[in-house]
């Protein structure tokens, strides 16, 4: 190994925060210079529209960041384990540190990185980060991995999660800094086209921001288990951007709502229990991969599922003109906002892959590319969940009725006026800014007539049922 005194490249990934980061903690604690990196490599390019939109804010966010703390962000773009070895070779480099990922792709990467480094003399060490528990610390006590949610829950819910690191307030930085890209040039939000502009006022990047909106949150997590599934409702944690990218580590948000019920505050368990879920998801990704790109559960391979995104049913649904208006509302609120409440996005993959019988893996791309708060395993795992083909997931035959569920969680129509403008004498701002914000090809106008149901929901129940029936006899 190099020289212990030589600079680290803290290669930074979904993790653009100073607290409770263990890479960064052990970077600017070993005295040596620190080189914090951003690659934009391969797997950046692939994401979606507004994943990769809202990384660009993330990073612009992150790297006034660090030159608060008289250091600065390299960034790079291309194969990520050429542009290491150039800097390495740039910096005189001995170590290069990053926090753990979990995806297949991901995983392969690194993998390969960690090995080539490795056999150069370079120090390649990965940390924990982005989840509560490592996916291989949790196991059944056969050793097995969790294939259902409740007993996972059981599991880790009395263990012991670190303390989050306290944030890095300096690092020392090198003798010569290495060259740099300019953020501006990769145009990370190019695909969001005139979207950007309507999305952007509900986008608040940065760690501060997160545990602002962790604050917020609370002082109302008393309400979380009543109010959660309510879409009229700021009921939520609105915490999901700011994990997926990292602005806000998850042992801190564990901690903060443990800090809470030890006050006396009621109703934390709810949300723990949510936060588990994530990590299940996690779990799942790293020890069955194929959630990520086909049916976790083998049996449902050959269920006639629609698997063309351009049939006219689906094209509906994908411009939030199906005429059910919880599911074009839901829809909307994505296009306008880049979130979509959890209740709503429940309903509006079950009416895709049952209502419209369409394959859930358009539903997940589909949410992969307008998603702010997009994340590889929660997407999957959510989809495949609803869809019946996944882990822990609800029966096939039991479809979410559109209009019951609207009238249970929407019981004044708040969040259907909030975002459906057909039709109302003076239609909401949000509900026009869905005009605004979609492709201006798809020629949609507010004053439009709403349209009548593409299906009807009792036709299109009995035709997922039917299917669902049909395949059981075979």
């Known amino acids: 190994m190099k020289d212990e005194h030589t600079p680290i490249i803290m290669w930074f990934r979904r993790d653009l925060r100073l607290s409770d980061h263990p890479a960064l903690t052990a970077a600017a604690e070993s005295g040596r210079p620190v080189v914090p990196v951003f690659l934009h490599d391969d797997l950046v390019e692939q994401l979606g529209a507004a994943p990769k939109w809202r990384l660009g804010l993330g990073l612009e966010a992150f790297s006034r960041s660090l030159d608060g703390l008289g250091s600065r962000l390299i960034l790079r773009r291309g194969d990520a384990l050429a542009q290491l070895q150039a800097l390495i070779q740039e910096t005189g480099a001995g170590a290069v540190y990053w926090s753990r990922s979990y995806d297949p792709a991901s995983i392969a990467r690194d993998k390969k990185i960690k090995s080539v480094l490795t056999e150069q003399g370079v120090m390649a060490k990965s940390f924990a980060g982005h989840l509560l528990f490592e996916p291989w610390t949790v196991a059944t006590k056969t050793g097995q991995p969790f294939r259902v949610y409740t007993p996972m829950w059981r599991a880790v819910q009395g263990r012991d999660v670190p303390a989050p690191d306290a944030s890095v307030t300096g690092l020392l930085a090198p003798a010569k800094w290495p060259s740099t890209e300019e953020l501006h040039k990769w145009q990370l939000g190019r695909a969001m086209n005139r979207g950007a502009s309507i999305v952007r006022p509900y986008v608040h990047p940065g760690e501060q921001a997160a545990h602002e909106h962790l604050n917020v949150f609370l002082d109302r997590v008393a309400l979380y288990s009543k109010h959660r599934d309510r ?244």
């Not at 306008?336 to 019988?357: D, E, F, P, Q, W």
């Not at 992969?368 to 997407?379: G, Q, R, V």
């Open 231 to 474: 879409m009229d409702m700021d009921g939520t944690s609105n915490l999901s951007e700011y994990l997926s990218l990292g602005e806000i580590g998850p042992r801190t948000v564990w901690h903060r709502v443990q800090q809470a019920a030890l006050m006396g505050v009621s109703g934390t368990d709810a949300f723990l229990r949510q936060l588990v879920w994530r990590e299940f998801a996690y779990h799942l990704m790293y020890h069955t991969p194929q959630l990520v790109t086909g049916n976790w559960k083998p049996e449902w391979d050959s269920f006639p599922w629609n698997t063309d995104p351009n049939h006219p049913e689906v094209v509906a649904w994908t411009q939030a003109r199906t005429g059910v208006p919880v599911v074009d509302a839901g829809l909307r609120q994505m296009y306008v906002t880049g979130r979509m409440h959890n209740r709503t996005r429940m309903i509006v993959a079950s009416y895709l892959t049952k209502h419209l019988m369409a394959h859930w893996k358009i539903g997940m791309q589909w949410f992969d590319d307008c998603l702010i708060d997009w994340d590889p395993a929660c997407n999957a795992m959510g989809w495949q969940w609803v869809a019946g083909s996944g882990p822990d997931a609800a029966p096939f035959f039991r479809i979410f009725n559109p209009q019951t569920q609207a009238e249970k969680f929407d019981p004044d129509g708040t969040y259907l006026k909030r975002w459906i403008a057909e039709g109302e004498k003076s239609p909401s701002d949000t509900a026009i800014s869905y005009f605004e914000a979609v492709p201006k090809s798809w020629g949609l106008r507010p004053d439009a007539d709403y349209p009548a149901p593409i299906v009807a929901l009792a036709e299109g129940r009995t035709r997922a049922l039917s299917a669902y029936e049909s395949r059981k006899s075979h």
